[in-house]
């Protein structure tokens, strides 16, 4: 036991507290409509763009693991979550995260196929390599997740307060009684295995895809800017919102008002999902016609 660092103990932990929730009063119906409102928006635009393009790999998103709790949590009095379900939200996030960025790598790669290489594109883009690119794009986060997850759980707490709106791996790794040494070293290895790497790929396909646009004529630029503005513009926004979740997790934000914690730590979980069908609806003219053809259908 000499390696424990609070008050020497340690206890089993069966639920954690959630203490970024504060009381919302009469308001807490009202924030419980809004977000509501928000979960079924986000529900529907993305299985309506399912119908219109059947499967889309962008549009795996953590809805589910995330909006439910946040019903609940604000329509209780007592904010907490048990240890299992806590590890299970903190596994789909993370998964859908990683999952996200690797789609971003492959469709960058697609793209710089279809832009700098359109006559080669179905002899590099094979239904072999789709399948595999698929493959790796699910099967990696699934398994590098776990391993994270797992020695997580497996580390003894000395508290149960985690001062954000839903679980967080880092927040429950700083509540542990013993060296987090091991833990702190995988956590940055995934880090730059589901983050930095697929940024570069992303980078470098980008830069060559530059290259192609400015030293082509007007309307090979308006082409590619048309077929990669989408693209871009998401890569951009979950970006964002995945840098300040690592910041957040991290550095200490205790200087930062609550809610801007709150709402910035939502970001990337909310804006994303909702984000996605809407850009690629608005900037792809043929799904956007079909959408339009779509509902106009219904109405009649």
Not at 61 to 79: M, N, S
Not at 205 to 223: A, P, V
Not at 283 to 300: D, E, P, V
């Amino acid at each position: 036991m000499c390696g424990l660092s609070r008050d020497q103990t340690f206890t089993q932990v069966s639920h954690f507290t959630l203490a970024a929730y504060s009381d919302t009063g009469l308001f807490k119906h009202l924030i419980f409509l809004l977000i509501l409102c928000l979960y079924v928006l986000i529900i529907v635009s993305n299985l309506l763009l399912i119908v219109v393009i059947c499967m889309n790999r962008s549009l795996h998103e953590p809805t589910t693991a995330l909006f439910p709790l946040l019903l609940i949590q604000v329509l209780t009095d007592v904010h907490t979550i048990s240890t299992e379900f806590c590890f299970l939200q903190i596994y789909c996030i993370y998964t859908y995260a990683t999952i996200e960025f690797f789609c971003l790598a492959v469709m960058s790669y697609d793209r710089y196929l279809a832009i700098c290489c359109p006559l080669q594109y179905n002899v590099h883009m094979t239904s072999k390599k789709v399948a595999l690119l698929i493959a790796l794009t699910w099967l990696i986060p699934l398994i590098t997740v776990v391993v994270i997850v797992m020695l997580t759980v497996t580390l003894p707490l000395c508290g149960n307060v985690i001062y954000k709106v839903y679980c967080g791996n880092w927040a429950i790794a700083k509540l542990a009684c013993v060296n987090t040494r091991v833990n702190n070293i995988f956590g940055l290895l995934y880090m730059f295995v589901s983050v930095v790497l697929p940024l570069i790929l992303i980078l470098f396909t980008y830069m060559r895809i530059l290259k192609i646009c400015f030293s082509g004529c007007k309307q090979t630029r308006q082409k590619a800017l048309s077929t990669c503005s989408p693209h871009l513009a998401s890569l951009i926004n979950f970006f964002f919102g995945c840098c300040f979740q690592i910041v957040q997790s991290r550095f200490d934000m205790s200087s930062v008002p609550n809610i801007v914690n709150i709402l910035l730590s939502l970001y990337f979980l909310t804006c994303q999902p909702l984000f996605t069908p809407v850009l690629y609806g608005l900037k792809m003219s043929k799904i956007f016609t079909i959408c339009k053809r779509l509902l106009c259908g219904l109405n009649k």
